[in-house]
């Protein structure tokens, strides 16, 4: 079955650090996509692709960044990760269809300390 | 003020209840309404998607948007403790990456 995975599940890091959060996706989608959730203010959206080589800001980039070798694959880098970072990190794609259905990875949950 | 408002709850009923989650949104553009079910450490899945005013009915899951007053609802029936979970309103103007999602509620339903 086709499925989208996230890695690493949990990650703890430091203040500083750059870190990366793999998404892989086998529905063989155009459109991914990364959100973080915190508390109170739902899913906020970071950066999209809408295909190989195409990449785009989202409500919430300052401080990460992405890019699109393949169809499968878009990693999300936290170049020098804050504690305001810290958070749940989901990964989602869809196809071009108008119902826009995202379907979600299961999340990575990182703490920057 | 926020495009998309949704009460955090958390919503606590018995098993076989009639539960009501809501949302209000702001921007009259919007047309797609979703609602998503997101399970504890899991991610959200699509449980209903609705375009335009009125209900949509699927199961023991009825949607409703009112346009005119800018507001979508999700209607549980005969709530069962699988039921619980936290749920998302997801309100677009047409694109993926205009999705706009409320903040969840969380639901848990007694048995």
């Known amino acids: 079955d086709a499925e989208i995975t996230q890695s690493p599940r949990h990650k703890i890091t430091e203040t500083g650090r750059q870190v990366t959060l793999a998404c892989h996706q086998t529905?063989?989608?155009?459109?991914m996509f990364w959100y973080r959730q915190d508390l109170g203010h739902g899913l906020r959206l970071i950066h999209y692709?809408?295909?190989?080589?195409?990449?785009n800001k989202g409500e919430v980039s300052d401080g990460y960044s992405v890019s699109r070798s393949n169809t499968e694959d878009l990693p999300l880098t936290l170049e020098s990760a804050a504690s305001s970072q810290t958070s749940v990190y989901f990964c989602?794609?869809?196809?071009?269809?108008?119902?826009?259905?995202?379907?979600f990875g299961s999340g990575t949950q990182l703490s920057v300390l | 003020q926020k495009e998309v408002e949704q009460d955090p709850g958390p919503l606590s009923v018995p098993e076989g209840a009639i539960v009501s989650l809501n949302c209000t949104y702001s921007?009259?553009?919007?047309?797609?309404f979703m609602w998503y079910r997101q399970y504890s450490r899991k991610g959200p899945e699509l449980l209903m998607y609705?375009?335009?005013?009125g209900n949509k009915e699927d199961g023991r899951f009825t949607a409703q948007v009112d346009k005119s007053s800018k507001y979508i609802s999700l209607f549980i029936r005969d709530s069962q403790p699988s039921d619980s979970a936290t749920y998302l309103c997801?309100?677009?103007?047409?694109?993926?990456?205009?999705?706009?999602f409320g903040s969840g509620t969380q639901l848990t339903v007694l048995p």
């Open positions: 989602a794609s869809s196809g071009q269809g108008a119902n826009e259905k995202l379907f």
């Open positions: 529905w063989n989608h155009n459109n």
């Open positions: 692709s809408y295909g190989v080589q195409d990449t």
């Open positions: 921007n009259s553009a919007f047309q797609y």
């Open positions: 609705t375009y335009s005013s």
């Open positions: 997801a309100i677009s103007s047409g694109s993926a990456r205009q999705l706009t």
